[in-house]
C-alpha cells in the first residue's frame, strides 16, 4: 500500500498552484500575527492614529468640549509668528547644542581616564557611583540640584561662604541658570555614555597594543592612534542617541524652570505643553508639535545619512 | 632619563585617581547632603550650612511625608503602576519579538518598518493627540491609562528580536520536529532561554515607568491617582507651604527624595550588568 500510494503524492506537488502554497504560507503565520496583535494595535492606536489626527487638529479650532471650526492653516501661520515659539527654539538650539557638545566629550575623557586605572576595585566602584544619577527621575535630580544651588542652606553657597565668596542666586540669573541646566544634565548622562565607552574598549583587540608597544609607543600613542579610533562607530552611536535626547528636552525644563528664569530656558517640548494645557490652546499646540516633528525627523535622517556616508 | 619616565608616570596616575574621585564626589555629596538632610530636624534642616550628618537627627522628615502630607497613595500608585505596566510590556515585547524572529513570516519586513517608524516619533511630540486619544475612550484619570501607555516600545520589540534570534537555530528545529506549535515554542523553550534579555527589558521598562512624569501629568487630574513623581514635584517645587498652610521644611523634601529612589538603589547592584548589554541589543536594527 505503501509503495503504491508512494507516486501519487510525488506527482501532487508540481500540481499544487502556487497560490495555495501562498495561501498555506499565511495560513501558518497565524499564530505569529495573533502575537503580533496586541503590539500593532497599541502603536496604531496611540501613534499612528494621534498623528494622523493631529493633522486635522492642527487645522481645527479645537475645543475640548464644543465645536470645532476648522481654519485652515490659520494655526501654522500664528505659531510661526509666535516671538514665544521663536525664543523657545533658540533655546532649544543653545541648550541642546551645549548639552551636546560637552556631553559628547566628557564621557570620552571619563571613559578613558577609566580605562588607565589598574585597581579594578576603584575603576569598578567609579563606574557605578559615576552612574547612579542616569538611574534618577528629572524629578529627583532637578529637586537635588535646587536645593544644593539654594542661596540660603544649600550646600554649594555654604561651600563658597566658607571659601568667602558671596551667595549666588543660581536659579534666578537667567544666564546662570541656563548653565546650571546644562551642566547637570551633563552630569546626570555622563556615566550611562562612560559605561557605554567602556564596554567598547573591553572589545578592541588586545594585539593591536601588543604590537604598538613592541614599536615603542607610549601612553598617549595608545590612546591616540588605537583606542580612540576604535570607538569611532560607538561615538556615532551615542552621538545619534544624544541628538535624538536633546530633541525631547522636557521633564528637566518642566521640574528645574521657575517664572524668573521661564523665558531664558523654555523649551519647544514645553512650549507644546504650555499652549496646549495652560492655554488650552490644542489646535495650536499641535500644529507647533508637528513642526518640531518634522524638523526632528529632517534632522535625524539628516544625521543617519551623515554617519552611513561617514562610514562607509 | 628612565627614571624621569617613572616618575612622570606615577604623577600622571594619581592625577588620574584624583581627577575621577573629584567626579565621582560630585556624584556621591549630593545624594549623601541629601541623606542629612532628611534625617535632620525640621528647622535645623533649614539652617545655613555645609551638612555632612543630621543635625538633630530626627525622623520626622519621613513621618510627615506619610502622616501629615499622604504619600503613600502615590507611592502604591507607582507600585501598581510600574509592575503591572512592566509585566505587561515585557510579556508583549516578548510575543512580538518572537514573531518578528521568524524569517519565513509573510509580511515580516512591513511590520518591523511600522514598528520601526514609531523609533522616529517623540512621544512628546505627539502628547497631544494622544491626550485626546485617551479622551476618546473615556480613559483619562485612571490608572489604566498609566498602565497601557508605554504597552509596548519599539526599542524592547527589537531587543527580543535580537535576543531570539541569538538562540541556536538547531534548538528550535528539534521542538518543531517533535510538534510544537508557536506558542509552545515561545513559552516552553524561548522564554526560559531568553531570562537574561527580558530581564534587561523590564529593568529598563520598571525604572522608566518609575520615574515618568510626563504621563502622569498629562493624563492624571485626580490627586487620589496620582504617582510618586508628580506628589513629588509638587512637594518640593511648591515652596515651603502647601494649601492647607503646612510648612514644608527641607527634611521632608529630601525624604521624599531619599523614598523615591530607594527602590532603584535596592535594584541596582543586581541589574547594572544589564542595562549596558541591553544598549548593544537594542541598537542592532537590521
Same mark, same amino acid.
Given at each position: 500500500?505503501?509503495?503504491?500510494?508512494?507516486? %501519487?503524492?510525488?506527482?501532487?506537488?508540481?500540481?499544487?498552484?502556487?497560490?495555495?502554497?501562498?495561501?498555506?504560507?499565511?495560513?501558518?503565520?497565524?499564530?505569529?500575527?495573533?502575537?503580533?496583535?496586541?503590539?500593532?494595535?497599541?502603536? +496604531?492606536?496611540?501613534?499612528?492614529?494621534?498623528?494622523?489626527?493631529?493633522?486635522?487638529?492642527?487645522?481645527?479650532?479645537?475645543?475640548?468640549?464644543?465645536?470645532?471650526?476648522?481654519?485652515?492653516?490659520?494655526?501654522?501661520?500664528?505659531?510661526?509668528?509666535?516671538?514665544?515659539?521663536?525664543?523657545?527654539?533658540?533655546?532649544?538650539?543653545?541648550?541642546?547644542?551645549?548639552?551636546?557638545?560637552?556631553?559628547?566629550?566628557?564621557?570620552?575623557?571619563?571613559?578613558?581616564?577609566?580605562?588607565? /586605572?589598574?585597581?579594578?576595585?576603584?575603576?569598578?566602584?567609579?563606574?557605578?557611583?559615576?552612574?547612579?544619577?542616569?538611574?534618577?527621575?528629572?524629578? /529627583?535630580?532637578?529637586?537635588?540640584?535646587?536645593?544644593?544651588?539654594?542661596?540660603?542652606?544649600?550646600?554649594?553657597?555654604?561651600?563658597?561662604?566658607?571659601?568667602?565668596?558671596?551667595? /549666588?542666586?543660581?536659579?534666578?540669573?537667567?544666564?546662570?541658570?541656563?548653565?546650571?541646566?546644562?551642566?547637570?544634565?551633563?552630569?546626570?548622562?555622563?556615566?550611562?555614555?562612560? +559605561?557605554?565607552?567602556?564596554?567598547?574598549? +573591553?572589545?578592541?583587540?588586545?594585539?593591536?597594543?601588543?604590537?604598538?608597544? +613592541?614599536?615603542?609607543?607610549?601612553?598617549?600613542?595608545?590612546?591616540?592612534?588605537?583606542?580612540?579610533?576604535?570607538?569611532?562607530?560607538?561615538?556615532?552611536?551615542?552621538?545619534?542617541?544624544?541628538?535624538?535626547?536633546?530633541?525631547?528636552?522636557?521633564?528637566?525644563?518642566?521640574?528645574? %524652570?521657575?517664572?524668573?528664569?521661564?523665558?531664558?530656558?523654555?523649551?519647544?517640548?514645553?512650549?507644546?505643553?504650555?499652549?496646549?494645557?495652560?492655554?488650552?490652546?490644542?489646535? %495650536?499646540?499641535?500644529?507647533?508639535?508637528?513642526?518640531?516633528?518634522?524638523?526632528?525627523?529632517?534632522?535625524?535622517?539628516?544625521?543617519?545619512?551623515?554617519? %552611513? /556616508?561617514?562610514?562607509? | 632619563?628612565?627614571?624621569?619616565?617613572?616618575?612622570?608616570?606615577?604623577?600622571?596616575?594619581?592625577?588620574?585617581?584624583?581627577?575621577?574621585?573629584?567626579?565621582?564626589?560630585?556624584?556621591?555629596?549630593?545624594?549623601?547632603?541629601?541623606?542629612?538632610?532628611?534625617?535632620?530636624?525640621?528647622?535645623?534642616?533649614?539652617?545655613?550650612?555645609?551638612?555632612?550628618?543630621?543635625?538633630?537627627?530626627?525622623?520626622?522628615?519621613?513621618?510627615?511625608?506619610?502622616?501629615?502630607?499622604?504619600?503613600?497613595?502615590?507611592?502604591?500608585?507607582?507600585?501598581?503602576?510600574?509592575?503591572?505596566?512592566?509585566?505587561?510590556?515585557?510579556?508583549?515585547?516578548?510575543?512580538?519579538?518572537?514573531?518578528?524572529?521568524?524569517?519565513?513570516?509573510?509580511? =515580516?519586513?512591513?511590520?518591523?518598518?511600522?514598528?520601526?517608524?514609531?523609533?522616529?516619533?517623540?512621544?512628546?511630540?505627539?502628547?497631544?493627540?494622544?491626550?485626546?486619544?485617551?479622551?476618546?475612550?473615556?480613559?483619562?484619570?485612571?490608572?489604566?491609562?498609566?498602565?497601557?501607555?508605554?504597552?509596548?516600545?519599539?526599542?524592547?520589540?527589537?531587543?527580543?528580536?535580537?535576543?531570539?534570534?541569538?538562540?541556536?537555530?538547531?534548538?528550535?528545529?528539534?521542538?518543531?520536529?517533535?510538534?510544537?506549535?508557536?506558542?509552545?515554542?515561545?513559552?516552553?523553550?524561548?522564554?526560559?532561554?531568553?531570562?537574561?534579555?527580558?530581564?534587561?527589558?523590564?529593568?529598563?521598562?520598571?525604572?522608566? =515607568?518609575?520615574?515618568?512624569?510626563?504621563?502622569?501629568?498629562?493624563?492624571?487630574?485626580?490627586?487620589?491617582?496620582?504617582?510618586?513623581?508628580?506628589?513629588?514635584?509638587?512637594?518640593?517645587?511648591?515652596?515651603?507651604?502647601?494649601?492647607?498652610?503646612?510648612?514644608?521644611?527641607?527634611?521632608?523634601?529630601?525624604?521624599?527624595?531619599?523614598?523615591?529612589?530607594?527602590?532603584?538603589?535596592?535594584?541596582?547592584?543586581?541589574?547594572?550588568?544589564?542595562?549596558?548589554?541591553?544598549?548593544?541589543?537594542?541598537?542592532?536594527?537590521?
Amino acid at each position: 500500500m505503501m509503495s503504491a500510494d508512494y507516486p %501519487r503524492s510525488q506527482m501532487a506537488i508540481p500540481v499544487r498552484h502556487p497560490l495555495v502554497h501562498h495561501v498555506n504560507k499565511w495560513v501558518r503565520a497565524v499564530p505569529l500575527y495573533v502575537m503580533l496583535l496586541p503590539t500593532i494595535a497599541y502603536f +496604531v492606536i496611540f501613534t499612528y492614529y494621534p498623528l494622523l489626527h493631529s493633522i486635522f487638529i492642527s487645522m481645527q479650532n479645537f475645543n475640548l468640549i464644543g465645536n470645532r471650526p476648522y481654519v485652515g492653516l490659520h494655526n501654522y501661520r500664528h505659531v510661526l509668528t509666535d516671538p514665544t515659539f521663536w525664543s523657545s527654539f533658540e533655546n532649544t538650539l543653545f541648550l541642546g547644542i551645549s548639552i551636546l557638545l560637552i556631553g559628547f566629550v566628557a564621557p570620552i575623557i571619563m571613559a578613558l581616564s577609566l580605562n588607565e /586605572v589598574l585597581s579594578s576595585w576603584l575603576k569598578r566602584t567609579v563606574q557605578m557611583v559615576i552612574y547612579l544619577p542616569h538611574l534618577f527621575s528629572w524629578v /529627583v535630580v532637578g529637586g537635588l540640584w535646587i536645593q544644593l544651588l539654594a542661596p540660603d542652606g544649600g550646600l554649594v553657597n555654604a561651600v563658597l561662604q566658607v571659601m568667602g565668596i558671596a551667595p /549666588v542666586q543660581f536659579m534666578s540669573d537667567p544666564n546662570l541658570a541656563r548653565w546650571v541646566i546644562i551642566l547637570v544634565s551633563v552630569w546626570k548622562d555622563v556615566g550611562f555614555n562612560t +559605561v557605554i565607552y567602556l564596554a567598547a574598549m +573591553v572589545g578592541i583587540n588586545p594585539a593591536l597594543y601588543e604590537s604598538a608597544r +613592541v614599536d615603542g609607543a607610549n601612553r598617549w600613542h595608545e590612546m591616540g592612534y588605537i583606542t580612540i579610533p576604535s570607538l569611532a562607530r560607538t561615538m556615532q552611536v551615542v552621538g545619534l542617541l544624544s541628538i535624538m535626547g536633546v530633541l525631547r528636552l522636557f521633564d528637566q525644563i518642566y521640574v528645574m %524652570r521657575n517664572a524668573v528664569i521661564e523665558p531664558q530656558v523654555n523649551v519647544l517640548m514645553t512650549y507644546v505643553y504650555d499652549m496646549g494645557f495652560q492655554e488650552m490652546n490644542i489646535g %495650536r499646540a499641535t500644529a507647533s508639535a508637528l513642526l518640531i516633528l518634522i524638523f526632528t525627523l529632517i534632522l535625524t535622517l539628516f544625521t543617519q545619512r551623515l554617519i %552611513r /556616508v561617514d562610514h562607509s | 632619563m628612565r627614571r624621569k619616565k617613572q616618575v612622570g608616570q606615577a604623577a600622571f596616575t594619581t592625577l588620574n585617581v584624583v581627577f575621577l574621585v573629584l567626579i565621582a564626589a560630585t556624584m556621591i555629596i549630593p545624594l549623601w547632603n541629601a541623606v542629612a538632610e532628611s534625617f535632620s530636624g525640621s528647622f535645623a534642616s533649614m539652617r545655613p550650612g555645609i551638612l555632612m550628618w543630621p543635625r538633630d537627627f530626627s525622623l520626622s522628615g519621613y513621618t510627615t511625608i506619610w502622616t501629615v502630607l499622604d504619600l503613600w497613595q502615590p507611592f502604591e500608585n507607582s507600585v501598581i503602576v510600574s509592575v503591572l505596566g512592566t509585566l505587561l510590556h515585557v510579556l508583549l515585547s516578548a510575543l512580538a519579538g518572537y514573531a518578528l524572529a521568524q524569517s519565513g513570516m509573510p509580511g =515580516r519586513r512591513f511590520v518591523t518598518g511600522l514598528i520601526l517608524i514609531t523609533m522616529m516619533i517623540p512621544f512628546e511630540a505627539i502628547m497631544i493627540p494622544f491626550y485626546i486619544t485617551m479622551q476618546q475612550l473615556g480613559l483619562l484619570n485612571s490608572l489604566a491609562a498609566l498602565i497601557l501607555s508605554g504597552m509596548v516600545s519599539g526599542f524592547s520589540v527589537l531587543l527580543m528580536r535580537n535576543f531570539f534570534l541569538s538562540i541556536p537555530g538547531d534548538i528550535l528545529e528539534s521542538a518543531k520536529i517533535d510538534g510544537a506549535g508557536h506558542f509552545r515554542m515561545f513559552w516552553q523553550i524561548c522564554m526560559p532561554l531568553s531570562k537574561a534579555g527580558l530581564a534587561t527589558v523590564g529593568l529598563f521598562e520598571f525604572v522608566g =515607568r518609575w520615574n515618568n512624569l510626563l504621563t502622569t501629568i498629562l493624563l492624571i487630574n485626580d490627586s487620589t491617582k496620582n504617582t510618586l513623581q508628580v506628589a513629588l514635584n509638587a512637594l518640593i517645587s511648591g515652596g515651603s507651604s502647601t494649601s492647607s498652610g503646612y510648612l514644608i521644611t527641607t527634611n521632608v523634601k529630601m525624604a521624599g527624595i531619599i523614598i523615591a529612589i530607594l527602590p532603584l538603589i535596592i535594584a541596582y547592584p543586581f541589574a547594572q550588568k544589564y542595562f549596558v548589554r541591553g544598549i548593544f541589543l537594542g541598537a542592532n536594527k537590521e
